[in-house]
Nanobody
C-alpha cells in the first residue's frame, strides 16, 4: 500500500502562486496515473487535475484550466501541482491519490492528510 504525503500549502494573496508536492512511499508510483483533488469547507471533494504514469497526458477541471499545472518526477516518486493566479475560491484542503484513469476522478488509494491552501482576497 502506498503512503502519500502532501505538502506545500499555505496562505497566499489572490493572484499569488504555490507549488504543492505529493511524496509517495511504500512502493513506486511510476506505473500509476495520479491526480490532485481538493475539498473546500462544507463541500464535496473535487477532482482538479490528473496525469498519466508517464506524464505524457494531463487533465484539468475547467475551474483550474490555464492556471494549474500537474507534473511528476518518477525518479523522486513525487507528483506536483503548480498553482498560479490563485483565487479565493481555490481555498481548500488539497489531496493527491492514484487514479483509475488520468481524466476521471476515481481514485483507488488511501487518502493522506492533505495540505491546506488559503487564498485571501
Amino acid at each position: 500500500q502506498v503512503q502519500l504525503v502532501e505538502s506545500g500549502g499555505g496562505l497566499v494573496q489572490a493572484g499569488g502562486s504555490l507549488r504543492l508536492s505529493c511524496a509517495a512511499s511504500g512502493r513506486t508510483i511510476s506505473n500509476d496515473n495520479m491526480g490532485w483533488f481538493r475539498q473546500a469547507p462544507g463541500k464535496g471533494r473535487e477532482f482538479v487535475a490528473g496525469i498519466t504514469w508517464s506524464g505524457g497526458s494531463t487533465y484539468y477541471a475547467d475551474s483550474v484550466k490555464g492556471r494549474f499545472t500537474i507534473s511528476r518526477d518518477n525518479a523522486k516518486n513525487t507528483v506536483y501541482l503548480q498553482m498560479n493566479s490563485l483565487k479565493p475560491e481555490d481555498t481548500a484542503v488539497y489531496y493527491c491519490n492514484t487514479l483509475v484513469h488520468y481524466g476521471i476522478g476515481r481514485s483507488f488509494g488511501s487518502w493522506g492528510q492533505g495540505t491546506q491552501v488559503t487564498v485571501s482576497s
